[in-house]
């Protein structure tokens, strides 16, 4: 079984596949935390995202790789783990800004499937819409501004980013700007996607809400 989670920053994806994922003994893919990695090599060895030519022979050199372990998310870059290392503001704002690149669009793309693979919930931005149309179920996540503000920073906070709200209200309104207007891939709600307002919804209680969906969808 393939679940596709879409929407914008600041939503609760990552959340709620997880929790969706360990409900139906499922394993979660985090397709932001994919393209996270792609940015924090590209920083770490100071590659000119400008010049087409050196960002595809850099990306030839990359072995990326996913697992769901003790129901975390573990990204792995050239064997090593660098999942504490995606969250900083700077690696996001990176990953955003590759993310309208379409050669790094598509170096992923199979990459994303790869991992993915069968019997996963995986959230991005474009997994019903274009990493994997053919899924059994499609939801779209979305909830106000203000919402996704205050989601994102309190979850910064959490990890020890000492970050304001207004920067955080900057990173997310320029992300939604670039998910939503790239030429390539752009943030779209798949036609046969199920819409959740989660804007006055628990993680909890939009988890159930999935689940009443995929039970009602598959046999």
């Given at each position: ?165 207004e920067e955080v209200r900057n990173e997310i309104l320029g992300r939604d700007t670039r998910d939503?207007?790239?030429?390539t891939a752009p943030l779209v709600k798949p036609k046969d996607a199920f819409y959740i307002d989660t804007t006055y ?19």
């Amino acid at each position: 079984m393939l679940i596709a989670i879409d929407g914008p920053s600041g939503v609760g994806k990552t959340t709620v596949a997880k929790k969706v994922a360990e409900k139906l003994g499922l394993k979660a893919v985090s397709t932001g935390a994919i393209y996270r990695a792609v940015a924090y090599a590209i920083k770490r060895e100071n590659i000119p995202t400008y010049d087409l030519n050196a960002l595809k022979d850099f990306l030839k050199g990359l072995n990326i790789d996913q697992k769901y372990e003790n129901g975390e998310i573990k990204t792995y870059l050239n064997g090593e783990d660098i999942t504490d290392k995606l969250d900083s503001p700077d690696i996001s704002e990176l990953s955003s800004e590759i993310a309208a690149i379409t050669e790094i669009r598509e170096y992923l793309l199979n990459i994303q499937r790869r991992i993915a693979s069968d019997n996963a919930v995986v959230e991005g931005r474009d997994i019903g819409s274009v990493v994997l149309p053919y899924a059994d179920v499609k939801v779209f996540l979305d909830a106000s501004l203000e919402e996704r503000i205050k989601r994102r920073y309190n979850y910064l906070r959490n990890k020890g980013i000492n970050i304001t709200l207004e920067e955080v209200r900057n990173e997310i309104l320029g992300r939604d700007t670039r998910d939503r207007n790239r030429k390539t891939a752009p943030l779209v709600k798949p036609k046969d996607a199920f819409y959740i307002d989660t804007t006055y919804m628990t993680a909890d209680e939009v988890v159930n809400k999935i689940i009443k969906i995929v039970k009602s969808l598959v046999v």
